[in-house]
């Protein structure tokens, strides 16, 4: 086996792994949850992303290679048309079987065989099955982000509020909200290594992130850290959820249909805040970063303050310049956390929250998906949802980077999504 | 213990046995499963039956008692406005927590106390304590049905089609559809036990099957047995799903809003039709009674038959000549059969399948429901729904008897409910 | 001509004229409007009334008619399946052409063939047309009622409130809630007439009526007069709506789905109620019947009183000893008014509202819809309605009955339909 | 009168006749149809852009104006939070009064009041007035727009199929499909008039329109002219509704949904399509341009092409080199033709149908609404909308320019909205 081979064996186990491990501590019922029509349940999660190595890398490029059931082709395809239909999302609860006992023998069997293929010597589309196996890996990630997510979701609808993680969330301290200049000007975004084949499990980016190419930015001003509960609680008290005036009409109208007054999680009893986390029901530190709103929220908030959102141009502008760190997924922890008080400048651009921009996610000038199933991976959500930047809690560490562009639609609130105001100068 | 006590202490023991093993061979996933808002999780009956026992009967009845976790209050209640609010029915399947494993732990501590109550001395609410605890037996042998047709609908919508009976269905024999008639005239039907508390395990009726009461019957034909899928596939055929003129109005509505064309479960491919079991998928035996159909269809049936479905005062008339026996539950078979060929006369009367009746369902002249949260348990249905009657292979055998009234809404497909002709003379 | 023919023509012009003198006052914007889909456009009601006429006389008896429009077959249908599809129901609004101009020349047009029709000599199918006339004309004035009701509810979401009759209400009385007792037994109810084709004008029933036939009717007592408004807000004030133990299942959902508060029409400030009529908005009075209530408010109504309301035996064996006189339609007021003072026992039997009963509507012993799509007058609605008795306000004075049944779901209320109290003796 | 007063006072005149004339020839009846929520009547459109004159000119600036109809201020605003609630969308259609008669008499009643703060001396708040009563325009004629596109849905729903227009449609001619290549590089797009007051008629634009700023736009082709019915039905009959791979996620999820398998208006009988209009129902001209599509389809047809829609800044750099002409709105002629045949080069830019482009609906760098109710205008919608360009055969032929961003949902087609092709070089 050569080196890169011998690096992505390693990277794969890790991967794969990790999924296991997300799920220590939750019983098999947990496992089963399927909250609303977006989430799914976590069994689902790892099925599918088994599902993923066994069609566009086991079918394709293992010779003789038989399929494991081949209803899972239906059963566990979330989007891919060109690869057939599929049992619909909204049921994905329904399946009691393959029970998680089964989907873990059925993980175990595409493990055994994709590995196989490692071995030296390595198989004539190495390259296209090195491509495949780094982006079904970043692919399983992506996943372990929804299944944090989902879970929390799920659990919030029990009024026992059951415990993912016991540990203690560390208290955030106070730190004044200041902003940074930056003078714009002709400018380079996006990476240029999308739609070139990943030669290294670093090398990789999503297509969606590229071409690189130029834009012209006006000057602005960009908050050093996130807003904060406390600074959210302020927007809610000053009667924000009951004035039209500072909402987008379609935010407006959710409001009232949904008859929105808090963030997602949250709980007011007279005048004390408390929130549903992964540590179970928590009261709100005011210094941390608000989170689970939607863009209409965000949009509101800063609308409010008299400011407005970054555009993600100017996002990935000033995040360029720092190390892609923070408070990102680890085991200790799933609630994000104030900004750190001993820097000036710009902090907590990674991790926490994902920072709604008021971009909306759409193709890079230059931009073609590939051929096949694979194309439909990005191209065919760029219309309808709004980028969002920079990871959060529940992002594995090495999956984040300036370029990443994350995409929801404006009502969504389940993920760690929060808010980083920004200014015209 | 006095004799009674006894008596009742087995059938105890014997009741919340079988709800147990008839959750045998199913898995952990199988018992959370909700497949729509009318349908529950088996885990959920386990724990509502549960539920009733310990609201009814420990909480005012025991000493001193203690729940056994509050919140269980809310979450297990089924529909007592009465006792307090409910937690949203069609979120039933959210409840990961309890787990199965809790829910059993439950059961067992429950009984324990209840079972406490009957060693001797009795106490001082002995009367009332054993009407309630025959009426909690009841209760679950009512969700011992449900359990068995919720199971039987969930499993149906996943494509892999779960066997929850692995043996082989009995073959039924033709035979032809004869008449017997009936003079009817001056009748007296419902139960003289209803609104009495039972004194024996035996000497139970539900409030609604009361008071007994006079009618009058015209001069009326009663099939002697059910409907066969042989004789439903000949409406099909004849294009019955696309004829309006055999519909009541609603119930073509819902045949256009639902683009019914088959029974629940069945599937037609060419020629040949099959349907989903609880012994897996399976070809349809013609010369079986149809099941799972609607009221809608059932009526439709018969105005294609230029007949009509008798009303619950003639079926009771004529069942109350005839033994409560049939195919009624049974752990080799879970699928209704063909009428014994041996016998002439009204067979069928009770097992096999539900017969929907063209009567509503409402109080008999004279019905008052008792007070207190206990008298939600049937009056307030007693609109809307339709009369069912003579119990199915779901229903316990000791469960059924000429007077015994089931409702289901016209819509309803999911619980083992079939067609009985009749005429006018 | 005939003396028989003679009186159907005059009736025929009464009828027909009686349409177009309720439309007076009213604007062609107003003629048009659809408030929900269970109402119709007044040009509609104009429009059918008059297909019906065309359709079921002068198309099959009328030698070489030529339809005055094909397309008005489909859009001027009903709910006839037997004559073909319907334009949608809930778009009747949609039709801007024909206009109301072009309704009343279509009108004009049919009214001269069908009079042509009676000019000597007869022709040869003189009996059943003179059948189908004397039910078109009967179909008409049904719509005629419910022009009164559909406009109502149109009009009552317009903020200016318009006023269609500007008459004041005149006041009524006060008179205390008594009851009369009946001994029931051994009783015949439902119309000999039905089936028979009609010989006179005075001598139809629908078909629904009929057979008359016996049934055993238990003791009972009947309130002498109906509920009124002053009764029904007690009701309010104690938490009627509030408290789900007086409702039925199904009416306690509607109430939580709708947040009913109060009748249909009312509004409250303070502690003072008023209602919208077609009189303009009024202050409510209290001696006067509650109105436009649903089925399930009189029965949480009657369960607040610890009553029942009657069956529609109990009520037609004790209105068949009245005369069929009351506050029906009548050009000086729409609205009801409270009992006669100078008189005891049963009033108001006939007019002022609508009267619940608890009873279903369905086919009585013997009933058979005719063949053909006459046969959809009545018969494919014998489900999930129910039975309201004794016309109302906007009633035609010669179109009540003892025997007359009217029906409609349990949530419906923008009927003239109130409340009646029963209890068993 | 000043010179510019004389000059709005007579284009004050001929835009608000305008509206008027485009009722001729319809009756009261069509005037009051609402189709859709997204529609409203056109008697609905004359009372508003009346109430758009009267809220924000004459009650702040008519000293002492007392309100024609108190209520008008709820029932005719649209969707202005900062003057106060508003009568439901969806249920305009059901305001019968105020009757056609009346609203033009409030028409008439508004005119001479606004007329009569033109006359000498002007007032104090002149430079304000004037820029309202050019935005009031304005919105008039974007009234007008939508009274044709709501009329012609509206009418489309009868199957009488109304003819508003008499007249032929002229054939177009077929000319090949060619394309012009443009360097794009440093541009600068929007407009620089937005944020200031109007100084004369022809000196407006709205705030949307800027401010102008720079973009840095890829070298790119624009398609000449607009895609043809003919070039369409060649993607229908390639299966385009029936392959997800052209389609975006939420196109395809709309394609089933909505069932949708041709544009809005058309219908196929075998191999021929014909297609509603406001000139009746006609057969499809091949030559002119494809109409009444969503962004949807637009995206799927161009991605079936292999290429793109183009950017709002890459048509603008296009469109600003050409003059605003085009078919506009004429009195003769209410349908797309097809592009002229004696040029090259970029032609229909203006007129025939709104361009899909690419781009949300944003913010451009700088903006800002202006503060208070005026602010809601545009502002508010800067979300989930996408950007058409170029105006239709259904805008008033001075209110459409280079700069101008109409903006629609991506699932919208009653308007008139067509396709141009771009790619990238």
Same mark, same amino acid.
Request: proline share 8%.
């Given at each position: 086996m050569d080196e890169l081979a011998e690096e992505i064996r390693a990277h794969y186990c890790h991967v794969r792994q990790q999924s296991e491990t997300m799920c220590e501590g939750l019983e098999v019922e947990d496992l089963c949850l399927q909250g609303m029509a977006d989430t799914s349940p976590l069994k689902w999660h790892l099925a599918h992303t088994t599902w993923f190595f066994e069609t566009f890398i086991l079918k394709p490029f293992q010779e003789g290679y038989r399929p494991y059931?081949? !209803?899972?082709?239906?059963?566990?395809?979330?989007?891919?048309? /060109?690869?057939?239909?599929?049992?619909?999302?909204?049921?994905?609860?329904l399946l009691s079987r393959p029970t998680v006992a089964e989907v873990r023998?059925?993980?175990?069997?595409?493990?055994?065989?994709?590995? =196989? %293929? &490692?071995?030296? *010597? &390595?198989?004539?589309?190495?390259?296209?099955?090195? +491509?495949?196996?780094?982006l079904g890996l970043n692919h399983e990630q992506q996943h372990q982000e929804l299944m944090l997510t989902d879970l929390k979701y799920c659990?919030?609808? $029990? *009024?026992?509020?059951?415990?993912?993680? #016991?540990?203690?969330?560390? /208290?955030?301290?106070?730190?004044?909200?200041t902003f940074s200049e930056f003078q714009g000007g002709d400018s380079e975004v996006g990476s240029s290594l999308a739609g070139h084949a990943a030669t290294d499990i670093n090398g990789f980016c999503y297509d969606n992130e590229g071409p690189r190419h130029r834009v012209w930015l006006? *000057?602005? /001003? &960009?908050?050093?850290? @996130?807003?904060? $509960? #406390?600074?959210?609680i302020d927007f809610i008290e000053d009667g924000g959820y009951r004035n039209p005036l500072w909402w987008h009409s379609d935010g407006w109208a959710t409001v009232q249909s949904e008859q929105w007054q808090l963030p997602l999680y949250w709980q007011r009893e007279g005048s004390r805040y408390g929130a549903f986390t992964l540590h179970g029901y928590r009261e709100?530190? @005011?210094?941390?970063?608000?989170?689970?709103?939607?863009?209409?929220?965000?949009?509101?908030?800063?609308?409010?303050?008299? %400011?407005?959102?970054?555009?993600e141009s100017e996002w990935e502008q000033v995040a360029a310049?720092?190390?892609?760190?923070? +408070? &990102?997924?680890? *085991?200790?922890?799933?609630?994000? !956390? =104030?900004?750190?008080? $001993? !820097?000036? #400048?710009?902090?907590?651009?990674? #991790?926490?929250v994902w920072e709604w921009t008021q971009s909306a996610y759409s193709a890079y000038p230059g931009y073609r998906a590939q051929a096949g199933a694979l194309g439909e991976y990005n191209g065919k959500f760029m219309l309808n949802q709004m980028v969002l930047r920079g990871g959060s809690v529940a992002t594995p560490p090495d999956h984040i980077r300036a370029t990443y562009r994350n995409f929801f639609y404006p009502k969504d609130r389940w993920q760690f999504s929060g808010i980083r105001l920004a200014y015209d100068l």
């Open positions: 059931n081949e !209803r899972f082709e239906y059963l566990f395809n979330s989007y891919y048309n /060109a690869i057939g239909q599929q049992y619909p999302r909204p049921q994905r609860h023998a059925y993980r175990q069997a595409v493990d055994e065989c994709v590995l =196989g %293929m &490692l071995d030296t *010597p &390595l198989p004539a589309s190495w390259d296209e099955i090195r +491509h495949r196996l780094i659990l919030s609808l $029990n *009024p026992l509020y059951p415990v993912y993680n #016991g540990n203690d969330i560390p /208290a955030s301290q106070d730190t004044a909200l006006a *000057p602005f /001003a &960009l908050a050093d850290r @996130l807003v904060t $509960n #406390g600074e959210y709100l530190d @005011l210094a941390a970063p608000v989170c689970h709103v939607s863009l209409y929220e965000a949009l509101a908030f800063a609308a409010w303050k008299n %400011m407005r959102l970054c555009r310049r720092s190390e892609a760190t923070g +408070h &990102l997924w680890n *085991p200790d922890c799933h609630h994000p !956390r =104030g900004a750190t008080t $001993n !820097r000036t #400048g710009p902090r907590q651009l990674f #991790g926490d």
